[in-house]
């Protein structure tokens, strides 16, 4: 795990474009240390923070490297709320603040078997660093992805061999991408997956994985204040009855050890 | 800045934490080494602690409002033996005095807890949370001055460390909650604790966002009413006051100790600049000594 400077740092937003429904943004985080895959940012705009609907965002708002390297970081964001819809209006040049890289990423799968990477909407960001990774150390890779439409799946024209579900039929699978998951399952079970996405595809992926004993690696979304373990305020419910917070103990967590996938 | 004497600690700066808003053993594990060296505040004050171990309150326990947030944390804890075992050695490592804060619903569980602090060094002062319904009478302690005054009594010859006590800001009449623990043998009063607050799920359904279907709110939403109740509390007691509720610069410190406090807590502003407690020291200084 990279560990994060202490406190929060300004970064410069050097590129921002619309691919489809999502916006790509590229960041000048010059003495930031490279994310690992599945480690993500807390980020905030310093000018018009608080300045959308109901006077939000107050707090910064978490979002997962896409990749970074020297000193260069990626993001992909959909606009859903005041936060990633001032984010998404970034100007070239403009400063923002930055805390990480936080939280535990991607570890490698073992005793041979082969990674399936299966996320959704705005799960692609960390498999997409996780993949990249993989191919660099000569593992290859099951790539799959699910969204809305053609103009959400517009962002995957240019990863390399990745299989797409769209919920209207429009590009790739007519279905959802677990759909693609059990069919790769089912024709070879030695695998380890690692998922991403909407609250409903990660709950169906690990009832799926734990079903089968199919090891899988979860990357969790929750609502965050701080991403630094202050606040208790992003935890989901372990099998053991206890919770586990998003930002320090995820957020990629073991399917094993979630009791489910909250909706929120 | 001179140093700042507080219930004879003498600290660096004004600038402290607010209890539950800051995980020194977390935020080492993510930021390494340099949160020592550089430590935000001039003192530690813990998560409150409970004689058994908390979960906490089921999720979503986190609403962004203007300006603030409203948490449901629902106080997640290891207990009073975990947090002895685990939590203190490596709290005791820190550059700083360590301000413990606990919590109990009897003056009983309240003597225990206190009584168990009393015995560690590297405890320096105890901080009450009284935002705690009593088992008798559903109230809580720290909302009614009589109740309050009852629980100091048993709890106060339990420890000759410094005894802050927590207030909380929903009762009539702060002042009178503050006079009462003074009078009870409080060292020193911290205010304001959390506001309670709810929310709705997004649409029409009218139910409550919050798992624990209340909270508290925080931030700088909350800041003009904890300025009204810190000055109301220091124009009443003698004992040092802490006072917090939504700083988030210098000159909101600044406007605490004019009012009358003694050491500012920083909360919320933390998760949005996990290195708040020394901008603000830093802004503060350079206020006071223009
Ligand atoms: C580790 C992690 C990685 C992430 N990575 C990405 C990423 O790569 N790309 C990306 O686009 N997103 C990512 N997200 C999600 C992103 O952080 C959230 O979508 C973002 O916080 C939305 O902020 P907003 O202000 O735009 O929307 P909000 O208005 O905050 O709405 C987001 C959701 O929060 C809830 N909500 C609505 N109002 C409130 C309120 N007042 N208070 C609290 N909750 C409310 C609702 O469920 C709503 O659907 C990630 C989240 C986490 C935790
Ligand atoms: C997420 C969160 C958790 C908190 N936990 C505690 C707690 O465990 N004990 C306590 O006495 N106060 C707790 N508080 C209250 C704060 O210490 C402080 O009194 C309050 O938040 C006001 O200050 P602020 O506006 O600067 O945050 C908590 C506040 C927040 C936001
Ligand atoms: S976001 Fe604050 S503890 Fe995880």
Partial sequence: MSLAPFGRRRGVCASIRKVGSYHLLELVDRDGPDPEPGQFYMLAAVSGWGAGTDERPFLPRAFSAMGGTDGRLWFMLEDIGPGTHRLARLQKGEPLWLTGPLGHGFRMPQDGRRPILTGGGVGVPPLVMWSQHLVEHGVARTLQFGFRDTSHAAVAASFDSVQIATDDGSVGHHGLVTDLLVRELDRDPHATVYSCGPPGMLEAVRRLCVDRGIPAQLALESGMACGFGACFGCVVPLVDGSYARVCVDGPVLDATALDHVPAH | ?290
């Avoid at chain 2, 539950?20 to 993510?30: K, R």
């Avoid at chain 2, 124009?235 to 988030?248: D, E, F, K, L, T």
């Fill in chain 2, 1 to 290: 800045m001179p140093p700042v004497d507080f219930c004879g600690m003498e600290l660096a700066h004004p600038i402290v934490n607010g209890s539950g808003t800051f995980d020194a053993i977390a935020a080492h594990a993510v930021f390494g080494d340099a949160l020592h060296e550089h430590f935000p505040f001039a003192a530690f004050v813990s998560k409150t602690i409970t004689i058994a171990p908390r979960a906490g309150n089921p999720p979503p326990r986190l609403w962004e409002t203007a300006s603030g947030m409203i948490n449901s944390i629902g106080l997640p804890n290891k207990g009073l033996a975990g947090y002895l075992e685990s939590d203190l050695p490596k709290l005791a490592a820190l550059p700083v005095p360590l301000i413990t804060n606990v919590m109990g619903s009897t003056a009983a569980e309240l003597c225990e807890l206190v009584a168990a602090c009393d015995e560690q060094d590297a405890i320096r002062a105890i901080e009450l949370n009284v935002s705690c319904p009593n088992v008798k009478t559903g109230l809580d302690i720290g909302a009614d001055p009589v109740s309050l005054a009852e629980v100091m009594r048993a709890v106060r010859p339990r420890t000759r460390k410094p005894l802050i006590v927590k207030l909380t800001p929903n009762t009539a009449d702060v002042a009178l909650v503050a006079a009462a623990a003074e009078a009870e043998g409080a060292d020193a009063v911290s205010l304001i604790n959390t506001l309670r607050a709810t929310a709705q799920k997004p649409g029409a359904s009218g139910e409550p966002w919050l798992g624990g279907v209340t909270g508290g709110m925080s931030g700088p939403a909350v800041r003009a009413v904890a300025l009204a109740q810190v000055s109301a509390v220091a124009a009443r007691v003698s004992i040092p006051v802490i006072g917090m509720g939504g700083v988030q610069r210098g000159e909101h410190a600044a406007q605490m100790l004019r009012a009358g406090a003694t050491l500012v807590a920083v909360g919320t502003e933390s998760f949005r600049d996990p290195a708040a407690g020394s901008r603000i020291a830093r802004e503060l200084r350079r206020l006071l000594e223009p």
